[in-house]
């Protein structure tokens, strides 16, 4: 999904109910597994100059 | 479409990869068994039975031949058991980790009967050389060489025994004055034979002398060069290498102990991590294949990679809103049927009637209490899925709407804010004082909370549980309640809290 993602100029982003995102596959699938942070993660793909705190923020509201 | 083909052959030929490595290294850790079972067997072949050369003796009698049999039965059965059980003990850490007293009793064990039997096996193989060395051989033989007795010396004594018995005779006689002469001539004699014996004693001493130190050094040169060179390096300048040999053929036999004990270890290790890879990469092909196509053109497109968490996603996403009405599920969750009044498919935002959606569908994201955690063989923990979490059908694949009658129930806002999770959890704990808000104690804090609750034992990963703590002081500190510590050294602390 990641070499898919840089070839395509983009990134993707792995985010939780709360707002809470991080870049890294593994980690998030990690996190999902001992249900750290109350959900489970979405997957968001954003272009790599994107502002992901405020898309993040607009994909929530 | 290709793209995903693509990745599905990469993901697929991976998969192959894998499967034939974690089938070598099962081979490999099968002739691993066989040879421990060897191994042992040969330990304690030496341990009850003695040298195989020795074992004529046993076949005297029925008794004997009763007892020995006996024996062996013993020693095979028990080679059997201890190699299954290193087998079993190794396949365990591959799954699990590795236990530490379990390690060192298995590994010490199989050390020492590895290394025993080796170095037992080493002086068989240096008496069985030696047996076949001619030089050795020719040291052992009676010597055949002894000096004769001086023959001119016996007789010249005799003669002049002879001649002083006759002076003797002819003085008692009167017909001769002394016989001084002759009886000097008949000592000096004796003393030349006395010191010719003492001569040839101390020549014999120092010739048997000779050969047993022939003999040592015959015996010593029978061992592998290598053990010999050990032994000269252990005795250093002014020892006899001799005395070290056993010394040094115990070290040899305990490093080939110790090489063969980590390369079986490593085998262990090598199943349990490929065992997790082929599964992770089935799982990942499952959802891939699972997976709508759903690559929207816009700058943001959504990826329904995981299962919708119950909110609406936002209406960015019109490609995701047209895709298959297949629920995508919770990991490890069944699929259910769907419910007779699904709503069709609608592109917009349409309420549908509030009868048609239950209040359980309002908070999907809420999991179940992480007590409800089992731990899998893959060190996963999966979450035990309560009734309001089993999903009828999809929640969010930004075609439904309204799904919850009461509008301070539909997600406008997040849900959870990490606080229901374990990291919330965390939190509290850090909070309260019940956590200390550095590495180790919030890595064992972690692993109380995900360790099988049934036998307490602890069969997470360690690195897994590292990666976990990580994350959580990751997140801390993007949420501004510690800082890596700048004045940190050796001992210190390493990140310090400031919430």
Known sequence: ?61 | MLVKNTQLEIMQRQLEQHRSHEQRGLLLLKLGFLLTFLLYLLFNQHLYLGDALSWSAYFKDAASLFGFAFTVSIVILMALFLSWVKHHAYLHFGFFGSVALVVTTVIGFALFAEFFSSSANQDVKASVLLERNSAYQSTLSHDTTTSAPNTGLVSAIAQAEQTLARCEEKLKAGKEKHCNGDRAKVAALRNSEQSANKAQAEASIERDKLKYERQDELKAQSYNPVILTLARVLAGETGDYKDYLKTAVVLITLFVAVCFEILHHFLSKTHGVSVRAIEGLELAIAKEREKPESFAQSSVNLVTEKQPIGFALPAVAPMTAQAELKPVLFKYQTEAKPVEHQTKATIGFTFPPASTVTAKQSAPSTMSDFGQFRARRDVFASPSLSDSETLLKPLADGLKTGLDPEPSQTVSTPLANGQNGLYGEWLKAVNSGECLPSVKPTWLWIQKRISNKETGSRTHDRTRISNMQKAFFARAMKEGLMVANPNYTNGGKKYLWIA
């Open chain 1, 1 to 61: 999904m990641d070499s898919l993602s840089t070839a395509l100029g983009t990134q993707s982003i792995y985010y939780w109910l709360d707002g809470y995102w991080i870049t890294d596959k593994e980690e998030a699938e990690l996190m999902d597994s001992i249900n750290a942070f109350g959900s489970l993660h979405q997957v968001v793909e954003l272009p790599m100059n994107a502002d992901i705190e405020t898309e993040i923020k607009r994909l929530l509201s």
